[in-house]
């Protein structure tokens, strides 16, 4: 058998996910979810990530994924239902994505 990867499509509904499932959702998101929506929802989950020492915080490097990342489990569960609202309110029930698995 030959090693390496391939390419995997997988869907997550956005009613049943966790909410780390979301959270990761930020780096897939595939056209379906515009750019309007998407600028708008990383602005909103921002104020919630206290990767940083404090909810909200900007480092003076600016924001990254590590604020998110390293955030607390109370942190990433408000995140979570932040994303999962907003995708609701605009009428988003699924996101399908390609992800490059090891197989």
């Known amino acids: 058998m030959k090693m390496g990867f391939k390419t995997v499509t997988k869907t997550i509904v956005i009613d049943k996910a966790t909410s780390w499932e979301l959270i990761l959702l930020f780096n897939r998101f595939d056209p379906q979810v515009s750019k309007a929506i998407r600028d708008k929802m990383f602005l909103l989950t921002w104020?919630?990530?206290?990767?940083?020492?404090?909810?909200?915080?900007?480092?003076?490097?600016?924001?990254?994924?590590?604020?998110?990342?390293?955030?607390?489990?109370?942190?990433?569960?408000?995140?979570?239902?932040?994303?999962?609202?907003?995708?609701?309110?605009?009428?988003?029930?699924?996101?399908?994505?390609?992800?490059?698995?090891?197989?």
């Open 47 to 103: 104020e919630l990530q206290d990767g940083y020492g404090e909810p909200g915080f900007t480092p003076i490097q600016g924001w990254d994924w590590s604020g998110i990342r390293d955030s607390s489990d109370k942190a990433k569960r408000k995140i979570g239902s932040c994303i999962r609202s907003f995708l609701k309110i605009n009428k988003i029930k699924s996101i399908t994505y390609k992800e490059r698995v090891w197989k």
